[in-house]
């Protein structure tokens, strides 16, 4: 959803990862505010910090995702966990500020891209990649949830979208 022939087949940071070939998603969105207004939202992501800017009441326990730049959700680092439900969820593996936020477990990565456009906005271009072993289970799981992580990622980067492009990148003290 959203992304570009030439977003789907570039190689982005974690496709090394994994196997060539591995399956996975590209979605993407425009917005009207530049990278160092968009990278503080994708900071503070995750479960039990600023959410998942999607439908709170599903995926983060009725909590409503941060409205605001929250300094203290600020620090994120290599090696700590995005939590995605209590007790699971992939690790930081790299972060370069206002490029990218590189998360990964065992055989799945996820890499949120930040590119600047021509016209000082900004490309979010989320990639999700899985390895898993090839069996019943997986396809089961894979029929369950892709519908529902389309849907889920969909409306967080359209939230990121809108709080990024009409939020300041902080909050006043």
Not at 96 to 119: F, I, K, M, R
Not at 134 to 161: S, Y
Request: glycine share 10%.
């Amino acid at each position: 959803w959203g992304a570009t022939e030439q977003e789907v087949a570039a190689e982005m940071p974690g496709d090394h990862l994994l196997r060539p070939g591995a399956p996975g998603t590209t979605r993407a969105i425009s917005i009207a505010a530049p990278p160092e207004r968009v990278w503080p939202w994708l900071l503070q992501i995750g479960y039990g910090r600023g959410g998942w800017y999607s439908y709170d009441w599903l995926d983060n326990d009725g909590v409503p995702s941060a409205d605001r730049i929250d300094p203290e959700l600020q620090r994120l680092a290599v090696g700590d966990r995005i939590v995605m439900i209590p007790g699971m969820g992939p690790v930081v593996r790299e972060i370069e500020p206002n490029h990218h936020l590189l998360s990964a477990g065992d055989a799945d990565t996820w890499c949120l891209l930040v590119q600047p456009t021509a016209d000082g906005g900004t490309r979010l271009i989320s990639r999700w990649r899985q390895d898993w072993p090839k069996g019943p289970a997986t396809a089961a799981w894979a029929a369950i949830a892709d519908p529902g992580a389309f849907v889920m990622e969909r409306k967080m980067l359209l939230t990121i979208r809108e709080r990024a492009g009409s939020a300041p990148a902080t909050t006043p003290s």
